[in-house]
């Protein structure tokens, strides 16, 4: 009876909660993937496999009577470790859920909102009960065909140099097609073709059509015994991704508990990103009823930069190795080109996992092999990075709650006996209170290629702590923050010795039913080359400081009309050097459900004094896709998306954005730079599905 009074109870604001989080499925990342493009500069983040799975779960929701950990894990983005053995353990101890009003009694109200559009309570024959058949049979097919061009040409297209090294060898057309069948996240195959703009297409080093091709098969419970079956593309995830994490790894965000990896072990690829996955075979076997086996194999190719080895680190005459492995997945120059799949790598692990009441232990492998020596050049900041032939990684990692408190942890042994581990603990400090602590110690000679741990830059180099928190002291206020403090022994690009750094966050969240608001405010402190030279080729240190304020609010008009206004500020500081920005901007977002229309559009003005002011500002994007766009210097910034539903299967969405420098004649740099101060992108694409 309690259970039924207290889920009747929340009945009426769950379903205002609901419409709320109506928004686009990767604006749950968005404070992440900003923190990831403002790291690495990398723009074109495409990782789109990481929304598509949460729009499978739309389609065909979770049923959270049925779910196992494994299954549960797939929300691992939303749901913390510690928040998903709370709910096993209330389910173990109440029984089935009779409502998803429910979940309330079991997590604090924002974490609700996430989770609600991917779950249900039902006892429907559906996902893992449905017969093999139907599963192969009834399922969705969906074909996306996407065509972009940027109106006003750059430096790299245009014919003028004599050089062609400094001349695109494609034109400016990025296309991308994608074709894919799926019965919830049960089933699911499909195909990825893409070129990006500046790479042939179908001529040259592409006569044969597109510049990047992946394929998949996921299957989820294909026989008997068996939980997992990836073949081709796939991601593995090993422990807290010391030795193997593929795809996007959250990292630091705005949801401060949200630290741990747990998500599954293996996964489907469907993405468009050329460098971080897997080509091959895996396979997770069920051995007993507490635990599992995952093993995998790939033999890939990487883009890398060959060149013969100098005197002093040759192994044999006239050896070529590699100096550089590329990540941005372009082959739009003939240096580009020449630096495309030339290097081979073969990697081969698993994971041995046994399952406990309120945790698990595993143990983990991973052994990759390179045709090429991988041989960085020569540099102080290299004097640590990996060099060789062949790599191989082991670990063992746990969970465990009990009670209020939930640890997790990873050990990694590498080559040259270089032990790295991180391990972190959260508490429940009462129902509105979660305090979590995170400590890393990566060496600076542990190496792992396939590692994405949590760490502020990179696998190794690197000891830190984090100390986060989430209070919530009613059902409108949330409060994140969280403090983290890190050093780096040795050298690295730009910093000519040992270093540290700190990071302060603070985000305060007001919602109701039509209103959400927030203030954050980011100030991270880190060391790096200064102007004073101590000695030849190494500088001294200094502190770069950078701020950022920000003030976001959205507001339902309707039950199908949205604004949503932000205001940021950027502060920057090096030596006493100063630069400063600000950013204003107004969305307007219609969608109805039962209209075939929908529109998303914005208007953004901005000043920031230089580069070193920029504001990272995220974008909605066609579906499946979005936009991180930096902006400095004094401009505009204007988009409107606009998608229209024709019948039952084909859906035409359009998008143009344009940017505007007022105290500038060029914009962009190098081979992307226009003789104009504006630049304008056009795309659209079809989605059908049947």
Known sequence: MRK?????????????????????????????????????SDYDFDYDAEWEELSDLRERPLDLNEANRDALSVLAPLLTSAQIDAFLQYRAQYGQLISIYELQI?????????????????????????????????????????????????????????????????????????????????????FTATKSAGEPFLTGVNANGFDFYSFHCFVKAPFRGVKNL????????????????????????????????????????????EVNFMRGAGAQIELTKHSDATLFASYRDRDATLQKASDSTALHTNEIVATTLQTSGLHRTRTEIKDKNDLHIFSAGGALRYFFTGGRIALNGIYQSFDHRIQPVNKPYHAF???????????????????????????????????????????????PLTLNLLFRSLPKNYHALSAQPFSQNGS????????GGVFQPDK????????????????????????????????????????????????????????????????????????QIRFNLNRKVSKFLEWRNRAEMAFYEKEGVQSAG???????????????????????????????????????????????????????????????????????????????????????????????PHRTDVKMQVHIDF
Do not use: C
């Open 4 to 40: 039924v009074l207290l889920s009747f109870s929340f009945s009426f604001y769950f379903l205002s909660a609901a419409r709320a989080q109506n928004d686009s499925i990767a604006a749950i990342w968005e404070d992440a993937i900003e923190s990831q493009v403002r790291n690495n």
């Open 106 to 190: 079991i997590f604090p109200l924002p974490v609700v909102r996430l989770i609600l559009p991917f779950v249900k309570v039902s006892t429907d024959v559906d996902g893992y009960h449905a017969a093999k058949g139907e599963v192969w049979k009834k399922g969705k097919n969906e074909v996306f065909a996407l065509v972009q061009n940027r109106l006003e040409p750059s430096v790299g297209f245009l014919r003028r140099p004599a050089d062609t090294r400094l001349r695109y060898t494609g034109d400016q057309f990025t296309t991308r097609f994608r074709y894919r069948y799926h019965y919830g996240t049960r089933v699911s195959y499909g």
């Open 230 to 273: 990836a073949l081709g593309d796939f991601n593995v995830s090993l422990g807290q991704g010391l030795i193997a994490q593929n795809g996007f790894s959250i990292g630091k965000n705005s949801m401060a508990s949200h630290i741990e990896h747990d998500g599954p072990t293996l996964r489907k690829y469907s993405s468009s990103n």
């Open 385 to 431: 990075s990996f060099a060789g032939t062949s790599q191989w990684n082991a670990s063992a990692d746990f969970t465990y709650s009990v009670r209020n408190l939930h640890f997790f942890g990873e050990t990694a042994l590498g080559e040259q006996n270089a032990i790295a581990t991180t391990d972190g603990v959260a508490v429940a400090v009462g129902k």
């Open 460 to 467: 190794s180099n690197e000891t830190g702590l984090y100390i």
């Open 476 to 547: 409108r206020w949330t409060a994140n923050a969280y403090a983290d403090f890190w050093r780096q022994p040795a050298s690295k690009y730009l910093v000519d010795g040992p270093s540290h750094g700190l990071e302060y966050f603070t985000k305060v969240d007001y919602n109701t039913k039509k209103l959400d608001a927030y203030l954050q405010i980011r100030h991270i402190v880190e060391q790096t080359n200064g102007k004073t030279i101590v000695e030849p080729g190494v500088h001294a240190l200094v502190d770069k400081s950078r701020t």
């Open 582 to 676: 600000w950013l204003i901007h107004q969305d307007v977002i219609y969608k109805n459900p039962v209209r075939p229309l929908h529109i998303s559009a914005r208007i953004a003005f901005f000043n920031t004094k230089d580069y070193n002011s920029a504001i990272y500002d995220y974008e909605n994007d066609l579906t499946y896709q979005f936009t991180i766009v930096p902006s400095y210097y004094e401009g505009s910034r204007v988009y409107i998306n606009a998608g229209y539903r024709f019948g039952k299967h084909w859906t035409v969405e359009a998008r143009v954005a344009n940017t505007y420098l007022y105290n500038r004649t060029t914009i962009g740099t190098g081979l992307d730079q226009i003789s104009a």
